[in-house]
């Protein structure tokens, strides 16, 4: 029988960030009078015989519509945890950055790690009362619950990584000879760092609490940590047997997590060490043989665009996110990278257009006028463009590929505006028109329809929106003081200039729509614009460029859950306030590990990062920070007039802006007027198409097959054919796939590899000495 019928599926292949004519499931949530004990709440479900159930299905079949409001949260274990794994993945991030083989901190690791040692604390530690004067505390006030869980890993992840400021600390360090000291150092890393955090708390009612507001890269991670939390005494309250999944036939999510975790584990060893031809199964170079430079350029996954490869790894498989991503976003991302990559990128190429062929066929590096890469020391004079030198050497040339991304990333930042205002416009407006009325107008018109998650939350009190404005204007004042005081060259203005530009990118939209086209072009391509204001100043264009990334970034990070934040914190019921301070603390204290670490790294191999000596084990390349510092002379020095003015290679890019308001019209003119057609006019998103059209070479071009084959068996089959198993294990799949593919890579590189050298698995066709896909 069809998994439709017994459970009314609802086909979210349509766009997620429009609820239209959605099932309103009707759901009993207060089985027992236990389960949620806020008396307001409690007393509004009790009056209530039916309560409606979270419409999207995706969500419905993850989160748990039940809460606890009395569990403990502001633990010393998770505190103390907390503090531990965000120290560590600060660390642990910064130490790897300078490394050519780096080491990503995964949420999943802290997640896994963190349980059984969250256990073991409410095993150990003394359960008694302790008092300062009117304060009183318990080390173990019970069990550790799936809320203390939630809470480490998201002050992990917060503060868990390497902060983005780092770049311009090492680049002044190294290649300017600038210091800014230890108070401007941490300063610049905090700013940075906290900039969102003021607008996240006015986007937060945009992109948080409606329902529609889907954020998929969220439910792997609530899935994983309700199956360590299944057998929770409050979770047991929530059965209802035609849904819930634990009492559904077959094995517990626990068992069948801990089964793919384990056979992930072993067999992540044979493509990452043992087997490693399997990471990018090269069908072309095997049938033509290695030296085919034609084949190559086609069927290679690493240095081609990758026709017919297909890679056998999850690194690979799951680089899209192939099972949470809804497949209308799949589909659409598809469609741009197969044309632009196997189709646009050879043509241009083999037809020799823009004398590609003097070029590899896939790069992003910039040339000079005898087609070697681009020497930027020979324009710099003492940190400052020398227009004489770069006349005497050579214009900037780029390959007609890296012309092509960027004229996508322009493309993409105009359409998503458009593509906001044609499909969302009628939500703006509703949003700003609740806005100016009364408060208890806004309360009104909000409460109607509003998600059911959110209406559990009213249990707990609100982050008032002026600290988060407090936050914003404290931040932005020491942001002022850094680039004042300190040599970074960014005037006051500029700094201004660089928050407002990016806050006009940022509108009513989900992950799935134009978020990630956004990011990447601010992250990219927006500094150059700078240049023509302030022109000839590398630090002060780079410092321009991490302020406005940053802010955009931190902001829908900490609404989205790109770091398991606010909406993780809406489907795990944690208090707002609680989650607030926990991703304030978890940045600074990452930011102050980021400095010293960094300070320590570059203390200890300078001349190596400098390349003034050679590193015996090849490991300290600091490929990062010359990157880095390569697009502050680009960027900053050489300047976008060079690159896309009227005498450049490619005059007229700038037009591209144009094409991107333009490029959503057509599709939106053909879903109104033909609203019932078999084509779906209106799951056609142009910016994610041109997301997917711009993703290589930053991503391996191996990755389409596998993860296009791993999305259509996730979230078209399986949904539609076996929906049942499918509400039950995905999204569990997901996460044992991605913990066990970590593991197995931290096993590899600190067991095997070692921090300071490294140890060979023999020898043999699978494991060739050269290129493994035996392309060369």
Known sequence: MSNKDEYSVQEYSAEPTVVDHMDSNIEQVLKDETIIKNTAITEELEHADELEDQPIDIVRSTVRTVDNPSLPVYTFRAWFLGTIFCILGAAVSQFYFFRSNSLGYSSFFVTLVSYPLGVLLARILPNREWSIGKFSFNFNPGPFNIKEHCLIVIMASTGGGSAYATDILAIQDLYYQQDLGPLGSILLLISTQCLGYGMAGFYRKFLVDPTAMLWPSTLPSVSLFNTFHEKDPYLLGDRDEEKDQDVRPGMSRMRFFLIVFACTFVYEMFPTLIFPVLSSVAVLCLIGGPGNMVLASLGSGFSGVGILNFGLDWNAAGATGPLFTPWWAQVNWYIGAVVMVWIVCP?????????????????????????????????????????????????????????????????????????????????????????????????????????????MMQVYKEVPFWWYAVVF??????????????????????????????????????????????????????????????????????????????????????????????????????????????????????????????????????????????????????????????????????????????????????????????????????????????????????????????????????????????????????????????????????????????ICSLFIFICVNGINSSVHFPTWAGNPEGNVEYCE
Request: hydrophobic share 45%; glycine share 8%; aromatic share 16%.
């Open 473 to 742: 204007v404290v931040t932005i004042v020491i942001s002022i003081i850094v680039c004042e005081v300190y040599p970074i060259h960014l005037p006051w203005w500029g700094l201004l200039v660089a928050i407002g530009s990016v806050n006009t990118c940022r509108g009513r939209n989900s992950e799935c729509t134009c978020q990630l086209t956004i990011v990447q072009f601010v992250r990219r391509y927006h500094p150059g614009y700078f240049r023509y204001m302030l022109p000839g100043r590398p630090i002060a264009n780079v410092t321009f460029k991490c302020y406005g990334y940053m802010a955009m970034a931190q902001c829908l990070g900490l609404v989205s859950d790109l770091k398991l934040e606010n909406k993780t914190g809406l489907y795990m019921k944690i208090p707002p306030r609680c989650m607030f301070a926990a991703q304030f603390y978890g940045t600074i204290l990452g930011g102050i590990v980021n400095y010293v670490v960094l300070k320590i790294i570059l203390a200890a191999k300078r001349p190596v990062l400098q390349g003034i000596i050679p590193d015996p084990t090849g490991q300290w390349t600091g490929r990062g920070s010359s990157i880095f510092y390569a697009s502050s002379i680009i960027w900053g020095a050489v300047g976008p007039a060079r690159l896309f003015g009227p005498d450049s290679q490619f005059p007229g890019m700038n037009w591209a802006f144009l094409v991107g308001i333009i490029l959503p019209l057509p599709f939106w003119f053909l879903h109104k007027r033909f609203p019932k057609s078999k084509i779906p006019w209106k799951m056609v998103n142009v910016p994610v198409i041109l997301g997917g059209a711009g993703f290589a070479p930053q991503v391996p071009t191996n990755i389409l097959i596998t993860s296009f084959i791993c999305g259509f068996v996730s979230q078209f089959y399986l949904y539609r054919r076996h929906h049942s198993w499918w509400a039950k294990y995905n999204y569990v799949l997901s996460a044992a796939l991605d913990s066990g593919t970590f």
């Open 347 to 455: 043509v241009t190429y083999f037809c020799n257009l823009w004398n590609a062929k003097s070029y590899p066929i896939l790069t992003t590096k910039l040339f000079d006028k005898d087609g070697n890469v681009y020497n930027h020391s020979r324009v710099i004079s003492d940190g400052y463009f020398n227009e004489t030198a770069y006349e005497e050497y050579s214009p900037v040339y780029m390959t007609p590929y890296n012309a092509m991304m960027f004229a996508l990333s322009f493309v993409a930042l105009t359409a998503s505006v458009t593509h906001v205002l044609l499909y969302y416009g009628s939500d703006l407006k509703k949003e700003f028109w609740v806005w100016g009325k009364n408060k208890e107008q806004r309360k009104y018109e909000r409460e109607v329809g509003m998600d059911i998650h959110v209406k």
